[in-house]
């Protein structure tokens, strides 16, 4: 499972829950391997934003046993170490971290680090990540920079992106024709979005 962020310009929300202006990130679970978009959160560049992550993740997954560790390998940011000491022990995850090193815009070094557990050191690796950033980047007009259709509204950005994590989950064919959801064994066929409409209809 990779962790990965992206970022956002000039957004304000309006919402009663929180008030913040400028740049918002969206930080993102996806599974290694599927794509499988498991969680997501929205706000500052700060070590909240990154907690409410990795509350929802160990929320949405059974923590396992731990001969079955989770695994996680994100990039060199200092809050996914704080937050995942806050509240999982050695004994349930291994936590590696690819740092890069760059020059005039450059990558031109990459250094593996493992941080809690015991990763396969060959296997830290975030090109997943990576990849799907530029994808959602294509596909999700309000993460385009420099664009009039970024967001300005942060629980519109939300809403986007919770429709987003549907239609890539489970109506997006993937990898062999299957979308995430069913190389994940969650859905044994793809969704559609007259299937989407009529269950989002049931909850409004």
């Not at 064919?173 to 559609?192: G, H, S």
Request: charged share 30%.
């Amino acid at each position: 499972m990779d962790v990965y962020k992206k970022k956002q310009k000039n957004i304000v929300d309006k919402s009663s829950e929180s008030n913040y202006a400028g740049d918002a990130w969206v930080y993102t679970a996806i599974k290694r391997g599927t794509y499988f978009i498991i969680a997501f959160s929205i706000g500052k560049h700060n070590t909240q934003t990154c907690r409410e992550l990795m509350n929802i993740l160990f929320d949405t997954i059974d923590l396992p046993f731990p001969e079955n560790k989770i695994v996680i390998f994100t990039d060199g940011n200092d809050q996914y170490e704080t937050c995942l000491r806050e509240n999982y022990a050695d004994t349930c995850i291994d936590y590696g971290q690819l740092i890069k090193i760059r020059k005039k815009g450059r990558v031109v070094e990459k250094k593996k680090r493992i941080i809690i557990g015991n990763p396969d050191l060959n296997d830290i690796e975030t090109t997943d990540v990576e990849n799907a950033n530029g994808i959602f980047r294509e596909r999700v007009g309000r993460l385009v920079r420099k664009t009039k259709c970024f967001s300005k509204v942060t629980n519109k950005l939300e809403h986007a992106i919770v429709v987003f994590q549907f239609y890539w989950n489970f109506i997006n064919l993937f990898n062999d024709n299957k979308t995430p959801a069913m190389l994940e064994d969650i859905v044994e066929q793809p969704d559609t979005w007259e299937i989407f409409l009529n269950t989002a209809i049931k909850y409004v």
